[in-house]
Structures are given as structure tokens and as C-alpha cells.
């Protein structure tokens, strides 16, 4: 088969497995919160994730036609829009469950998540550093603290939210985009080392986290206090079966697991689905994975690469995190599962990484030329 051949085959995957994950999350928005709005014909909750739905499609389509050199010119201004809305957050956001997270702006139909733009706009101004250094330059400390600032500034707005997950599923889609793209693993031991140090320390100093700890640590000692909504989310898990119960007979989503629409969807999804939805969840996510690396390996421009490795991680790392939560692997954190869970911002952030892995697929065969730092190799052993 041609590489252009390959390239549409695996344009079709990325796609197959977008629509085929937001139609399951349709599905499970409706069923999960269905229940909690009876009597109503179409209740609002659903309504909304596929009025998000349909949004996110058109925003898609928009960032696929783009050329990808709009978004390497207009990263660093996307990005410092980001800031201006993550402090504009901290001063004018809604409060809810003790975090300042929302932005209403008059005029908007939704509540803006900036989180969710945080992280998009950081991995694309990170993947346009690195797409404009010379390959010599890939271990300069230079180069490190260039990106450092770029992504200290919107991890410490979010910690002060407070918005531990965000932040650290940030730093999770940075490290990736700077490994695919060529810097030596001795350059990058010790950012990983200050990212640990600080979420240790961030753990220590913030009670709500330690919290989560403790329920993570022991969830059925603290089945009534941190554990709780882990063990329901295990009690999930065990009802589903391998088959599940049917779906609208799951009975977790009515008051005994908070965030089923949202967090904790794909606890949902395996009580009604079962093990054979959960796995076709996980396949979906492994074969989107899968196509947008090979995008990037094919790609022949810098940014091209770079930028297919950032969309790729901002939808995988994300799930990989979620799906790890849910099922006890890692400490409760608030964390969304692309396209399945409740919430525009999401959706939204979501259908422009897929639109613009799309773009970089169709552009894989075209060179132009760049200082671009990242080569096949290092996407081959990433």
C-alpha cells in the first residue's frame, strides 16, 4: 500500500473511532441523566450534550479545513488568551464544591471551563517551540526554560482554582509532546523530578487532596467519607457483569454515584455495557491512539508531527487518567472521558484536536520547509 494510501486508511480510523466514541457517549449522557429528570421528554441534561455534540462537529470540520499554519501562527496568542481567561476565572468565576473553575461571560450559552482550553493551547504553542528550534538545539536548557514558562504560568492559575487534575494531566500532554519530539530523556529527568516534587508537595499542603489520597489508599475504610464514590464506581463495575444490565437498568446513576454523567461515566458504562462495553471504550481510545501516531510518523513537517502528537495525547492521556480513576488505579480526581462525558468544553476541545490530527494526515505528504527539531525516529520511539 502507498503512504497516501495508508493516510487515508488511517484518516478513516481517527474519524471511525471519533464518531463511534461521541455516539456511545450520547447514548450514556441520555441514559444516565434521564433518570434524574423525570416526566420530561427529552431531558435538558441530554439535550444540551447533543446540542454540545453538534457544535463540536462544525468546530471539528472548521479545524480540520484550517491550514496547519494558522494554528502555528496564532498558537502564542490562543495561548495568552488562555491566561487572560484562567485569571479572569479566579476573579470572576463560580464557585462549586469549594474550586473556581467556570467563567460566565454575558452573552455565552455555557459556562467556559478554561482548563480545558489550557490544555490545548499549551500543547500547541509547545509543539510550535519545538517546531522552530534546530534539532542541536532539542537539549538546550534554554529551549527547557522557554517551555517551562509557557506551561508554569497556566499549571499555577489552575492550582489556585484549585484544579489539581487539570494541571497535572497539563504537565502529563507537555511531556509527551517534548518526548515525540526529540528531547534526550537526560534533559527531560528533571522536569519529571519537579513535577513530582510539587504534586507531592501539593498533596501535603492542600487537605481536599490528602483526602482523596486516603480514600484511594483504603476506599472501603472510608467507604462513607473520601471512598465513597470510588466504591460505588466498584460496586458499578460489579453489577456490569460482562454483559452489563441493560441499558436506562443501571441503578448507580440515581444519587449513589455523584458525577455519573460526568467523571465517572465510564462507571456507567460498565454497569449497563459491561466488560464488553468497557473494552469497546478502551478499543475505541487504543485504535484513535494508534492512527494518530502513525499520522505523526508520517508526517514530513515539523509542526505537522509535533502537533498530531499533542492532539493525539490530548485525547488518549486524558482517557488513560480517567478510565485509571474509575477504577481505582490512581487517586480520585475530577477528570473528563473525551466525548463521552457531560460537558461542552470538553467536546469542543476535543473536536479540534481530532480536526486538526485530520489535517495533519492529509498533509503528511507534503514538505516545506522548517527548522523542525523532531524527526521519525524519535516518533517511532515514542
Same mark, same amino acid.
Given at each position: 500500500?502507498?503512504?497516501?494510501?495508508?493516510?487515508?486508511?488511517?484518516?478513516?480510523?481517527?474519524?471511525?473511532?471519533?464518531?463511534?466514541?461521541?455516539?456511545?457517549?450520547?447514548?450514556?449522557?441520555?441514559?444516565?441523566?434521564?433518570?434524574?429528570?423525570?416526566?420530561?421528554?427529552?431531558?435538558?441534561?441530554?439535550?444540551?450534550? !447533543?446540542?454540545?455534540?453538534?457544535?463540536?462537529?462544525?468546530?471539528?470540520?472548521?479545524?480540520?479545513?484550517?491550514?496547519?499554519?494558522? =494554528?502555528?501562527?496564532?498558537?502564542?496568542?490562543? =495561548?495568552?488568551?488562555?491566561?487572560?481567561?484562567?485569571?479572569?476565572?479566579?476573579?470572576?468565576?463560580?464557585?462549586?464544591?469549594?474550586?473556581?473553575? =467556570?467563567? !460566565?461571560?454575558?452573552?455565552?450559552?455555557?459556562?467556559?471551563?478554561?482548563?480545558?482550553?489550557?490544555?490545548?493551547?499549551?500543547?500547541?504553542?509547545?509543539?510550535?517551540?519545538?517546531?522552530?528550534?534546530?534539532?542541536?538545539?532539542?537539549?538546550? =536548557?534554554?529551549?527547557? *526554560?522557554?517551555?517551562?514558562?509557557?506551561?508554569?504560568?497556566?499549571?499555577?492559575?489552575?492550582?489556585?482554582?484549585?484544579?489539581?487534575?487539570?494541571?497535572? +494531566?497539563?504537565?502529563?500532554? !507537555?511531556?509527551?509532546?517534548?518526548?515525540?519530539?526529540? !528531547?534526550?530523556?537526560?534533559?527531560?529527568?528533571?522536569?519529571?523530578?519537579?513535577?513530582?516534587?510539587?504534586?507531592?508537595?501539593?498533596?501535603?499542603?492542600?487537605?481536599?487532596?490528602?483526602?482523596?489520597?486516603?480514600?484511594?489508599?483504603?476506599?472501603?475504610?472510608?467507604?462513607?467519607?473520601?471512598?465513597?464514590?470510588?466504591? *460505588?464506581?466498584?460496586?458499578?463495575?460489579?453489577? /456490569?457483569?460482562?454483559?452489563?444490565?441493560?441499558?436506562?437498568?443501571?441503578?448507580?446513576?440515581?444519587?449513589?454515584?455523584?458525577?455519573?454523567?460526568?467523571?465517572?461515566?465510564?462507571? +456507567?458504562?460498565?454497569?449497563? +455495557? /459491561?466488560?464488553?462495553?468497557?473494552?469497546?471504550?478502551?478499543? @475505541?481510545?487504543?485504535?484513535?491512539?494508534?492512527?494518530?501516531?502513525?499520522?505523526?510518523?508520517?508526517?514530513?513537517?515539523?509542526?505537522?508531527? @509535533?502537533?498530531?502528537?499533542?492532539?493525539?495525547? @490530548?485525547?488518549?492521556?486524558?482517557?488513560?487518567?480517567?478510565?485509571?480513576?474509575?477504577? /481505582?488505579?490512581?487517586?480520585?480526581?475530577?477528570?473528563?472521558?473525551?466525548?463521552?462525558?457531560?460537558?461542552?468544553?470538553?467536546?469542543?476541545?476535543?473536536?479540534?484536536?481530532?480536526?486538526?490530527?485530520?489535517?495533519?494526515?492529509?498533509?503528511?505528504?507534503?514538505?516545506?520547509?522548517?527548522?523542525?527539531?523532531?524527526?521519525?525516529?524519535?516518533?517511532?520511539?515514542?
Amino acid at each position: 500500500m502507498s503512504d497516501a494510501g495508508a493516510t487515508r486508511s488511517l484518516d478513516g480510523a481517527v474519524v471511525l473511532s471519533a464518531l463511534g466514541l461521541t455516539a456511545i457517549g450520547v447514548l450514556m449522557n441520555y441514559s444516565t441523566t434521564a433518570a434524574l429528570e423525570i416526566g420530561q421528554a427529552l431531558p435538558p441534561l441530554a439535550l444540551r450534550h !447533543v446540542i454540545g455534540v453538534a457544535v463540536a462537529l462544525v468546530c471539528g470540520v472548521f479545524a480540520m479545513r484550517a491550514p496547519l499554519r494558522t =494554528w502555528e501562527r496564532f498558537a502564542v496568542p490562543l =495561548w495568552g488568551l488562555t491566561v487572560v481567561l484562567l485569571v479572569a476565572t479566579l476573579v470572576f468565576g463560580t464557585t462549586a464544591n469549594g474550586a473556581r473553575r =467556570w467563567l !460566565v461571560i454575558p452573552g455565552v450559552p455555557v459556562a467556559i471551563q478554561v482548563a480545558e482550553l489550557a490544555k490545548f493551547a499549551t500543547a500547541l504553542v509547545v509543539a510550535t517551540l519545538l517546531a522552530s528550534v534546530p534539532p542541536k538545539q532539542l537539549g538546550s =536548557w534554554a529551549l527547557l *526554560q522557554r517551555v517551562a514558562v509557557f506551561v508554569a504560568i497556566p499549571v499555577g492559575l489552575l492550582l489556585l482554582q484549585p484544579d489539581f487534575g487539570s494541571a497535572v +494531566m497539563l504537565c502529563a500532554v !507537555v511531556g509527551f509532546v517534548l518526548f515525540a519530539g526529540g !528531547v534526550p530523556l537526560r534533559v527531560l529527568v528533571l522536569p519529571v523530578l519537579t513535577v513530582a516534587a510539587g504534586a507531592a508537595l501539593y498533596i501535603t499542603v492542600r487537605p481536599y487532596a490528602a483526602a482523596r489520597v486516603r480514600g484511594f489508599v483504603d476506599p472501603w475504610q472510608n467507604a462513607h467519607a473520601e471512598g465513597f464514590q470510588l466504591v *460505588q464506581s466498584f460496586v458499578a463495575f460489579g453489577r /456490569g457483569g460482562a454483559f452489563g444490565v441493560g441499558l436506562g437498568n443501571g441503578l448507580q446513576k440515581l444519587s449513589y454515584l455523584p458525577e455519573a454523567h460526568t467523571d465517572f461515566i465510564l462507571s +456507567m458504562v460498565a454497569e449497563e +455495557m /459491561g466488560l464488553a462495553g468497557v473494552l469497546l471504550v478502551l478499543g @475505541l481510545f487504543a485504535a484513535l491512539c494508534f492512527a494518530g501516531l502513525r499520522i505523526a510518523s508520517r508526517a514530513r513537517q515539523p509542526f505537522a508531527l @509535533l502537533v498530531a502528537s499533542a492532539c493525539t495525547a @490530548l485525547i488518549v492521556v486524558p482517557a488513560i487518567c480517567n478510565a485509571a480513576v474509575v477504577m /481505582g488505579l490512581v487517586p480520585t480526581k475530577g477528570l473528563t472521558l473525551p466525548f463521552l462525558s457531560h460537558g461542552t468544553n470538553s467536546l469542543l476541545c476535543s473536536a479540534l484536536a481530532v480536526g486538526i490530527l485530520l489535517r495533519a494526515g492529509r498533509d503528511a505528504g507534503v514538505t516545506q520547509p522548517s527548522y523542525g527539531a523532531a524527526t521519525s525516529r524519535s516518533v517511532a520511539r515514542a
